[in-house]
T-cell receptor
């Protein structure tokens, strides 16, 4: 079964607008971490933001924020004031404490920012 | 943030040859590194977990003798694709885990392998 689900294969957003990329996860481990990575066409994976399962507040990093709804097992990424350089693949990932150090990645969402 | 360097970025080789890809953590010690393979328009597929000083742990379906992993130091892991064939052509990405409970995963730039 898929542990990480990203239901949006592709998304479009107008420059300067906000966009939400969906991520839902499945785990029975009470301790886990959720991550978002950006992969531009160059191929490198860029870490964006982290949310721990016990964190009380939603994580924020500059224009990135994570809408963490634990009961729904969702960890949506919100990008505010989109820029052309935000066009890339975005991957949601999870690391479960009881399953060692492996990260499980979702299928990704391709974001295209329109001028 | 932490820096992970992967080399080479691009490699083209003839079928039957072996190719070595290096993954270095430049500003931190990484006891654990991961090797991923990524096909076009797909997500990352974990191949193996590389632990410093011990044998790598391979995921199901990944041939150990085909993809040799060595993690000889706290800053270097290598992936050797032995007797490469065209079906081994892919984008290979390494990552290194920083220490701590909320250890972060930092990625190398990736290596695109093309086997002719």
């Amino acid at each position: 079964a898929q542990k990480i689900t990203q239901t949006q294969p592709g998304m479009f957003v107008q420059e300067k607008e906000a966009v939400t990329l969906d991520c839902t996860y499945d785990t029975s481990d009470p301790s886990y971490g959720l991550f978002w990575y950006k992969q531009p066409s160059s191929g490198e994976m860029i870490f964006l933001i982290y949310q721990g399962s016990y964190d009380q507040q939603n994580a924020t990093e500059g224009r990135y924020s994570l809408n963490f709804q634990k009961a729904r097992k969702s960890a949506n990424l919100v990008i505010s004031a989109s820029q052309l350089g935000d066009s890339a693949m975005y991957f949601c990932a999870m690391r479960e404490r009881n399953y060692g150090q492996n990260f499980v990645f979702g299928p990704g969402t391709r974001l295209s920012v329109l001028p | 943030g932490a820096v992970v360097s992967q080399h080479p970025s691009w490699v083209i080789c003839k079928s039957g040859t072996s190719v070595k890809i290096e993954c270095r953590s430049l500003d931190f010690q990484a006891t654990t590194m991961f090797w991923y393979r990524q096909f076009p328009k797909q997500s990352l597929m974990l191949m193996a977990t590389s632990n410093e000083g011990s044998k790598a742990t391979y995921e199901q379906g990944v041939e150990k003798d085909k993809f040799l992993i060595n993690h000889a130091s706290l800053t270097l892991s290598t992936l050797t694709v032995t007797s490469a064939h065209p079906e081994d052509s892919s984008f290979y990405i390494c990552s290194a885990l920083t220490s701590g409970i909320s250890g972060e995963l930092f990625f190398g730039e990736g290596s695109r392998l093309t086997v002719l």
